[in-house]
């Protein structure tokens, strides 16, 4: 058993304005611990060894600046050297350390040296270091790109090894206005970023996925049974025959595929999930020349969230087939058939319209094509045109809105189970979370401000690995949580072991390093620290423990 000792304020003597101050360290400690107790400083070091005269390592400035992301407060990565202005700088970072070598330089030259070495090479040592000692787990790989949106012109890089392009593209985010660069990210069933590369901003969505599977695989040392799950971009015939039969992947088949289209709206029996509200089919098919499982599914809650759009679509359907009928209606047909069958074509393609009745209305018409009722001596000739009120099909409308909600989800993985399926794919929102997290309001890397195309993708990087620490250190936590039987009280009071670790940092808001000068020693104490953080900090070890002066002594 152990007790967490600490010094505290009120043991020393009166003090004064003049001998004492005091600086934030909040949750920054906390942060600072996983970093060292991943070992990502040392592997910084090994491959971007400081070889000039600067106060500070590139490690120091690297782990600055994921201080400066997971920062969660109002000051930005393009005001990096304010940020330190009221932290405990010499804590964090090491005796002599002040808020003063924090500049815009040494990010920059920091930057520069992250593209020398190439951005995705640098996250692959640290990721790999840290697989050596952590266990979390390579058994899905959640593969996904989104874009990011910047302002202003980029410089173009000069050399031949130039990675990315600033320029427009399919923006996600609906800012056709703005350039961008795009963001591939491959993370495992718990959210955790094993790989990140930065690509141009006009990069093809189809092209990225295969690339990316295949660079993990290089990579990475996998030695569990993988399957790499990505959206239906992925999904082409070339992509499933480069990867072929052993590459194990789930993804979504294009609606655009016949045979998806056929499976979406036909008539099979599906059979309730464990997983509530949803309902399963399952089924063998052929595309790219790979034998494949597909899982039709339907989701009640998807099918409710969809019926909302589609109704409020309808009105919008309805409109746009009126004037279209309008526009058929106005035309002028040489006989009856063809104007017959020109109708019925069209409601044909419109299935939630039908006609009352399809009138076909013969006019005769001037051949000199003058204005006027046709006289004895004018050669005519008969037209046709077609008429019939329009009606909504409810019965058609009904049968639409119970298709809705509904999904193809296919495999390569013939043995695996047709829910094992689905829950595996379901975990594809691991990635997409953590896009939503480096793109936050509140985490502040993610502004992009630099105006040369190769720190972008540097800084992209930096970006990546604030969420990799973040992830890892919510992941280890859990994991403490569950292993010992402890918890952790919610914002409702309620203990969990799930906790987020924005809500854990969020515990963390008082801590502060307070300083003070007693007989011309200067002596440092961290105050603030509750019953809630001590118990927190046990749980991540002594790594984390020293920024707070904690020491662990074994009771007797």
Request: aromatic share 10%; proline share 4%; with cysteine.
């Amino acid at each position: 058993m152990y007790r967490i000792g600490f010094s505290l304020l009120q043991q020393i003597p009166y003090t004064t304005s003049d001998n004492l101050s005091s600086r934030q360290i909040g949750h920054l400690g906390l942060v600072a611990g996983i970093i060292d107790e991943l070992g990502i400083t040392q592997v910084l070091d090994q491959e971007l060894p400081k070889t000039r005269n600067h106060a500070l390592s590139h490690s120091d400035i690297i782990k600055a600046m994921i201080l400066n992301g997971l920062g969660f407060n109002e000051r930005r990565v393009y005001m990096f050297s304010r940020f330190f202005d009221n932290l405990a700088t010499e804590q964090l970072f090491g005796p002599g350390v002040t808020p003063n070598h924090f500049t815009d330089d040494t990010i920059l030259r920091t930057l520069d040296r992250i593209y020398e070495y190439r951005s995705t090479d640098l996250f692959n040592k640290i990721v790999l270091k840290v697989m050596e000692k952590m266990a979390f787990g390579t058994h899905l790989l959640h593969a996904d790109t989104t874009t990011f949106s910047v302002h202003g012109e980029y410089e173009p890089d000069d050399d031949e090894f130039r990675t990315i392009t600033i320029t427009h593209g399919h923006n996600k985010d609906h800012r056709w206005d703005l350039k961008q660069f795009v963001l591939a990210m491959v993370t495992n069933q718990h959210g955790i970023p094993l790989f990140t590369q930065p690509y141009s901003g006009n990069e093809s969505d189809k092209k990225i996925p295969l690339e990316t599977i295949q660079k993990v695989k290089e990579n990475l040392n996998i030695t569990d049974k993988a399957y790499y799950v990505a959206d239906s971009a992925f999904y082409t015939e070339h992509n499933l025959k480069t990867l072929g039969r052993h590459t194990f992947w789930i993804s979504r088949p294009p609606a655009t595929i016949d045979k998806v289209k056929s499976l979406l709206v036909s008539d099979v029996p599906m059979i309730p999930a464990n997983i509530e509200g949803y309902y399963l089919h399952e089924c063998y098919s052929e595309y790219g020349g790979i034998p494949q499982k597909w899982v039709l599914v339907f989701s009640e809650k998807g099918r409710q969230a969809r019926e909302k759009t589609y109704v409020r679509n309808l009105d919008k359907r309805l409109k746009t087939a009126q004037k279209s009928w309008r526009k058929l209606s106005s035309k002028e047909f040489a006989c009856e058939p063809d104007a017959r069958m020109a109708a019925e074509r069209w409601f044909s393609e419109q299935p939630f319209l039908s006609p009352e009745k399809i009138e076909v209305i013969p006019t005769v018409k001037k051949k000199n094509k003058k204005r006027g009722r046709p006289g004895k001596q004018d050669q005519v000739a008969i037209v046709y045109s077609v008429a019939s009120p329009l009606e909504v099909n409810t019965e058609v409308i009904e049968q639409e809105k119970s298709y809705l909600g509904r999904f193809v989800v296919a495999t390569n993985d013939l043995d695996l189970d047709a829910e094992q399926v689905l829950l595996y794919y379901k975990g594809q929102q691991s990635v997409e979370r953590g896009f939503r997290f480096l793109k936050d309001n509140s985490f502040h890397v993610a502004p992009v401000f630099l105006k040369k195309e190769s720190r972008i993708g540097a800084l992209s990087m930096i970006m990546v690995l604030c969420l990799f620490v973040y992830s890892v250190a919510e992941w280890l936590l859990r994991a403490r949580l569950k292993a010992t039987g402890k918890s952790v009280k919610n914002q409702l009071k309620k203990p969990i072991q799930n906790p987020t670790m924005k809500w854990i940092f969020m515990l963390f808001m008082r801590p502060a390093e307070v300083t003070i000068s007693v007989n011309s020693q200067i002596r440092r104490f961290i105050v603030n620290l509750d019953e809630v953080v001590t118990e927190i900090l046990e749980l991540m070890g002594p790594a984390c423990q020293k920024y707070y002066f904690l020491r662990v002594t074994r009771e007797m």
